[in-house]
Structures are given as C-alpha cells and as structure tokens.
C-alpha cells in the first residue's frame, strides 16, 4: 500500500540477488522438520543453505534508480 507522501522511481536494471527463507533442520521425528531461523537472507551463492532453506520472498537489487 502506498503512503500518501510516496515517491515513484524509474529502474535502469535489476539483478537477482538470492531469496527472504526460513530455514529448517531435521527433528527428533525426521517427517517433521524443524524451524531454525525465520526470514533469513540466503545468496543464491550459498549453497550450503540450499537444502534446508524455504523461501518466502525473492530478494533483487535495483541499478540506476532515478527520481521522477
């Protein structure tokens, strides 16, 4: 939801930068895993995480923002 006193801006680019995810390890019964950290960032790049990470939210960065 807008705030009444937004801005709006332009975006010459964006690139992605990894995912938002809570992250789970194996409990004592190995059906049901257990939630180790809640909305963590996780780089593409770090692949140990891969595994264990549910993500919520794609995380991008913007490039040559500009005012309007």
Do not use: C, Q
């Not at 709006?8 to 019964?29: F, K, N």
């Not at 891969?50 to 991008?60: G, I």
Request: proline share 4%; aromatic share 8%; hydrophobic share 50%.
């Amino acid at each position: 939801m807008l705030r009444e006193d937004f801005n709006i801006h332009t975006v010459a680019g964006r690139t992605s930068a990894g995912v938002l995810a809570d992250l789970y390890a194996p409990g004592i019964d190995p059906i049901v895993p257990v939630l180790t950290n809640h909305n963590v960032f996780v780089a593409w790049d770090a692949i140990r995480y891969h595994a264990s990470a549910l993500a919520t939210s794609h995380v991008v960065e913007l490039h040559g923002m500009k005012r309007l």
